[in-house]
């Protein structure tokens, strides 16, 4: 998460406040296509439109706030992976991100497999007609009812993240006669350069069973004891939102290893790794993030290099990449109904949805850009706090923006950069209604996650 404080900017230049903002952009017209997706342009009459269509028009049809999603650049994305990872090994989408039924539709079609973490996601994920074998079930506490659910449907496999859920996904599998295909996810002790929320291979966190320390060599020796069990591989994943590639490589490296161990000690060569997902996007042109290729090299080159030191057989691998993949391919319209300016301070700018639709702001001090899309303007830069209507002083979306100084209530406000983590992660907070999800190609917009409405409020509230 890129940040920077140089305090420079012609309005407010001589006051301007600690902040994350760099200096204004040459062009405030200009759309970055590090963070806009591939088909979002701006047309001579200024107004931005996505997959052919103008933001203007969105806006009238499906309303504001709204999430809009550049289908071609998705598949196109799914592509990218799958073509790097190539036929020897498979990409997981991670549901968390955003899952939908077209979402799971999309990636059947472009040869990509799934990874659900919860027994909602399972449920979306096979009532679109994902292959149960193409799926992974994930999770730090999965109920009875889930791995029951999963391992009837058939699963490809359920990753496996505790001593007790060894035992329990056993006892399953034996009671419906079935051999379940798992994983044991294991944490490999890499600090992750992330924020510490969604760093997760550190030792202290609810993630997985540790190298260090042999919990993960026990979790290995029980799991190849069950009879319900067909041991498959070693998981791991150490975060989210990280641009450099170390991480990974120390990762693969100590799961090689493990699988030396689990060789030395049991005789048994582990045909799979997953290494999880977490590759970094940009949200700000600060930010810069890795191709799909060289992120598949890097990780190929050091498991083959580890393989072959250890005289082991390359594993099959396997990533799990959501954010990489469904981040970039989306951005929430907003329109402005306030703006306000506190002399000496920083203008801020109101928007009609807030921490309720992107709560990555509040919760992880997440940078985000802005743009004005509905019209260009000649205006100089102003910095900007662009804000949600919330009750919470907290409910920041974009924490320091340049925007022109002319931004006016009426006006289009893009985000880029949302398909990940904000829908998936949206609440009613303060009754709000969680915003729909329009897919947009080719000229054609559609809904694929409609609009919360007060009448779908009232039904839960059963009185
Ligand atoms: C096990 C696992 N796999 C994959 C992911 C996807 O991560 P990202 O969206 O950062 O690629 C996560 C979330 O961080 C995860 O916990
Ligand atoms: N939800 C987080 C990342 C955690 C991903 C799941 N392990 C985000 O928005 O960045």
């Not at 920083?346 to 019209?375: C, P």
Request: glycine fraction near 10%.
């Amino acid at each position: 998460m890129s940040r920077s404080a140089h305090p420079a900017g012609p309005r407010h230049a001589d006051v301007l406040p600690e902040g994350h903002y760099t200096a204004p952009p040459a062009d405030l017209n200009a759309l970055d296509p590090r963070v806009w997706s591939r088909t979002v342009s701006r047309a001579a009459d200024g107004v931005v439109s996505v997959g052919g269509i103008d933001v203007k028009r969105l806006a009238d049809e499906f309303g504001t706030p709204g999430f809009f999603l550049d289908e071609s650049d998705f598949r196109e994305r799914c592509r990218a992976w799958r073509d790097a990872f190539g036929e020897d090994a498979d990409v997981f989408y991670a549901g968390k991100a955003f899952l939908s039924r077209a979402i799971v539709r999309w990636l059947h079609e472009e040869g990509l497999n799934l990874d659900v973490c919860s027994g909602g996601e399972l449920a979306t994920a096979l009532a679109a007609g994902m292959p149960a074998e193409r799926i992974a079930l994930h999770g730090n506490n999965k109920s009875t009812e889930e791995i029951t659910r999963a391992v009837e449907a058939g699963v490809g496999r359920i990753v496996l993240d505790s001593f007790q859920e060894i035992v329990r996904v056993a006892h399953i599998a034996e009671r419906l006669g079935k051999r379940q295909r798992v994983q044991i996810r294991v944490t490999v002790g890499v600090e992750a350069h992330t924020h510490e929320f969604i760093a997760t291979a550190h030792e202290d966190q609810k993630f997985g069973l540790a190298l260090a320390g042999g919990q993960a060599a026990e979790a290995v020796r029980r799991a190849l004891k069950l009879d319900g069990l067909e041991l498959v591989g070693i998981h791991s994943h150490i975060g989210s939102q990280i641009f450099d590639m170390a991480g990974f490589e120390v990762s693969a490296r100590r799961v090689v290893q493990l699988l030396a161990e689990v060789r030395d000690e049991h005789g048994v060569e582990l045909p799979e790794i997953d290494l999880g997902g977490g590759l970094g996007i940009a949200y700000t042109s600060e930010d810069d993030p890795r191709e799909p290729r060289e992120i598949a090299a890097a990780l190929r080159d050091i498991v083959t290099r580890e393989c072959a030191a250890a005289g082991l057989a390359v594993p099959r691998i396997s990533v799990e990449p959501g954010r990489a993949i469904v981040g970039p391919t989306a951005f929430t319209l907003y329109e402005v109904g306030t703006v306000k300016e506190l002399p000496g301070l920083r203008t801020y700018v109101s928007v009609d949805g807030g921490m309720s639709d992107n709560i990555r702001t509040a919760l992880y001090d997440a940078d985000y850009s802005v743009a004005l899309v509905s019209r260009t303007s000649t205006a100089e830069p102003m910095l900007t706090r662009v804000v949600g209507k919330h009750c919470e002083s907290g409910d920041i979306v974009v924490r320091d923006a340049f925007l022109p100084a002319d931004v006016a209530p009426g006006d289009l406000l893009a985000v880029p950069a949302t398909g990940a983590y904000c829908r998936s992660m949206a609440s009613n907070y303060n009754h709000a209604l969680r915003p729909p999800v329009v897919a947009v190609t080719d000229g054609e917009a559609r809904v694929i996650v409609r609009r919360e409405t007060e009448e779908d409020l009232l039904r839960l509230d059963v009185g």
